[in-house]
């Protein structure tokens, strides 16, 4: 009998979290250092690679109401959670919230999403499945 682990290796350098959610939150600060992030949605995606969390590399839309993005986990990696940014520019509505759009990609791929709601340097929290949205989770100096 043959049995096969598919094992994710993390890349040589890449940032290594014990939690999703501390990978997202330091995800979402350099997301904020992005050329146009100012004015634009930076997003990536929060994955586990073994016993680690970590990043991915970031995209930055170029529309006012958000954007479509892909991104290639590594082989044997499993999506842990997402994360984008709220510039008030993009959000004219309570920055601090979660649209019904973000929402409905958590519950979809059934994982946490996270937001920096640029104006406050606040990153909250959805837990997908209708569970509490908004909680605040850190904030950045
Ligand atoms: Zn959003």
Do not use: W
Not at 15 to 23: K, L
Not at 121 to 133: D, I, L, Q, T
Not at 135 to 141: A, D, H, M, P
């Amino acid at each position: 009998m043959a049995s096969v682990i598919i094992a994710c290796i993390l890349a040589a350098g890449a940032p290594a979290f014990d939690t999703a959610e501390a990978a997202a939150i330091a995800g979402l600060r350099e997301s904020a250092t992005l050329p146009r992030s100012q004015s634009f949605e930076a997003a990536g995606i929060v994955y586990r690679c073994g016993d680690a969390y970590t990043y991915s590399d970031q995209k930055v839309g170029n529309d006012r109401f958000g954007f479509k993005y892909s991104v290639r986990l590594p082989d044997g990696a499993i999506l842990a959670a997402l994360f984008h940014t709220h510039p008030h520019q993009v959000t004219e509505a309570d920055p601090t919230k979660f649209s019904p759009d973000d929402m409905a990609q958590a519950d979809k791929l059934g994982v946490p999403s996270y937001i920096l709601v640029v104006r406050y340097r606040e990153v909250r929290r959805y837990s997908f499945g209708g569970k509490a949205s908004g909680v605040l989770v850190g904030r950045f100096k």
